[in-house]
């Protein structure tokens, strides 16, 4: 299977697998600071930072079940 960075439907699986909640926003500032010029990025290149990233204080102790809760709260 292919990640596709822009689209959703190929990594929210692997969000769900990871339990990390999806939040778009982070997505989207990865995607604004890596992801410049889309020929180089490769399909890992945004996840694994964002994996990173929700490593990080702010966002530990939330999970995948968390997601929908986030979203609104942005």
């Not at 490769?42 to 204080?57: D, E, N, Q």
Request: hydrophobic share 40%.
């Amino acid at each position: 299977m292919r990640v596709n960075n822009w689209e959703p439907d190929t990594y929210m699986w692997i969000l769900q697998e990871c339990d990390v909640p999806y939040i778009p926003d982070e997505w989207n500032k990865l995607l604004a600071s890596y992801a410049k010029d889309p020929a180089t990025v490769t399909g890992m290149t945004i996840i694994g930072r964002y994996l990173a990233k929700m490593k990080l204080k702010q966002f530990k102790d939330y999970r995948w079940k968390d997601t929908e809760f986030l979203q609104k709260m942005e």
